[in-house]
């Protein structure tokens, strides 16, 4: 079995082979995705394997439309999404203040790595995360961030807003941070 398509009708017949080959195939890009959502690994892993389960579940719905692993981002996105409306009592809009707008350095100058800036938008507080990351990384429209998350158009515009001033504070910290080295 070395054909995905092959690999996706035997999981539709039920073959653990196929599970496990299809597994395999997408278990680290869809990690990837589950981390950008997560707050650590063992929420992300706990994601990933949720969303596995679904999708073998579920794979007998695939119609061989469209790319096969779209379809597997779009279920572990719901599944993180899924998590996160599970725990939304706990995280309130109004926990972290709007930041200032006070600019110290440059930040259009700055460069950073892909995993200083994955880092970064790691540490965001929950809420602003999931909104940034369905509509920088998915490509969502605030409407489909609120009805997929539960939130109001204005929530997720806001809790955007504030996602980016977050982001732009930490790489004026962390500017400082390297021009401190330096000196």
């Not at 039920?14 to 707050?39: D, E, I, N, P």
């Not at 998590?83 to 709007?98: G, M, T």
């Not at 440059?106 to 995993?115: G, L, T, Y």
């Amino acid at each position: 079995m070395n054909n995905l398509n092959d690999i996706i009708k035997g999981c539709q017949k039920g073959k653990a082979s196929a599970q496990k080959q299809l597994y395999h195939t997408f278990a680290a890009k869809m990690f990837a995705v589950c981390m950008r959502y997560c707050k650590d690994k063992t929420e992300a892993e706990d994601c990933l394997q949720e969303g596995f389960i679904k999708v073998f579940n579920n794979i007998d719905k695939y119609g061989f439309k469209g790319s096969f692993e779209g379809w597997i981002r779009r279920i572990m996105v719901n599944t993180v999404i899924e998590v996160y409306r599970k725990k939304q009592p706990e995280l309130l809009v109004d926990e972290f203040p709007l930041l200032a707008e006070d600019v110290t350095e440059d930040v259009n100058d700055a460069s950073f790595s892909h995993d200083e800036l994955l880092i970064m938008i790691q540490e965001l507080p929950p809420k602003y995360k999931l909104v940034f990351n369905l509509y920088v990384m998915e490509g969502l429209s605030h409407a489909e961030i609120a009805e997929t998350s539960g939130i109001s158009i204005g929530t997720s515009k806001s809790n955007l807003a504030r996602a980016r001033q977050w982001l732009k504070k930490s790489i004026e910290n962390r500017l400082l941070e390297k021009k401190q080295a330096v000196c």
